[in-house]
């Protein structure tokens, strides 16, 4: 069964610190690997989105990386703010999928910031 | 330039009482999706469009009907609620396949 796994649950850093939250997956073929910022109370914000034969990439702060021989990604978080307190979210497209109809959600990272 | 929005952003209902959620995009998106937020689960896919005048089913279609009837608008309606459909529902679009944008959400209480 297709899966995707989130670690670790939840996370508390301190403003300024660096994090990492790990995604590890089973879905084979797999076409692309998201990595999604979700606020309390409001909708997922797209953070990147990672093609199979992509290792990294960057959106500011927040930087992925995908290992599709191991099926782990992670996404780094560099110099924290109070505003990155969510929930961050890993989404295996599956290949051939079509429409992202079939999206595998995970069940995402819940990380607070404190000053 | 709104992206997605959601109406209403609250709803109370009682058991057996139906309503319709509304979702409306101004970024002439083909595809649209109905998603519901659980505790403890991932989101899952109720329907989608990838075009006006079309729908299809995901993965929990049971005790929803959707329509398209405009590219820029996906509806959802619930006729005859249950408790068990007390959830968050989230409507997204996307051009492609790629990126989904999300609205801010519809958070839905059956008695």
């Known amino acids: 069964k297709n899966q995707v796994e989130q670690s670790p649950q939840s996370l508390i850093i301190l403003e300024g610190k660096n994090c990492t939250l790990q995604?590890?997956?089973?879905?084979?073929?797999?076409?692309?690997l998201r990595w999604y910022k979700q606020d309390t109370g409001r909708g997922p914000v797209s953070l990147t989105i990672?093609?199979?034969s992509e290792n990294t990439k960057s959106n500011g702060r927040y930087t992925a990386t995908l290992d599709a021989d191991t099926k782990q990604s992670s996404l780094h978080i560099t110099a924290s703010q109070l505003s990155d307190s969510a929930s961050y979210i890993c989404?295996?497209?599956?290949?051939?999928?079509?429409?992202?109809?079939?999206?595998?959600w995970g069940l995402g990272t819940s990380l607070a910031v404190n000053p | 330039n709104a992206g997605v929005t959601q109406t209403p952003k609250f709803r109370v209902l009682k058991t057996g009482q139906s309503m319709t959620l509304l979702c409306a995009q101004d970024?002439?998106?083909?595809?649209m999706y109905w998603y519901r937020q659980d505790p403890g689960m991932g989101l899952r896919l109720i329907h989608y469009?990838?075009?006006?005048?079309?729908?299809a089913k995901g993965e929990v279609p049971d005790g929803y009907n959707v329509s398209r009837l405009k590219k820029q608008n996906f509806l959802l309606g619930l006729e005859s609620a249950a408790p068990s459909q007390t959830s968050v529902y989230f409507c997204?679009?996307?051009?492609?396949?790629?990126?989904?944008?999300f609205g801010p959400g519809t958070r839905l209480t059956v008695l």
């Open positions: 970024m002439n998106h083909e595809y």
């Open positions: 995604c590890n997956y089973t879905v084979s073929p797999f076409s692309n």
């Open positions: 469009s990838v075009g006006e005048g079309t729908t």
């Open positions: 990672m093609t199979f």
């Open positions: 997204a679009s996307s051009r492609g396949v790629g990126e989904q944008f």
């Open positions: 989404v295996v497209s599956p290949y051939n999928a079509g429409n992202n109809r079939k999206l595998i």
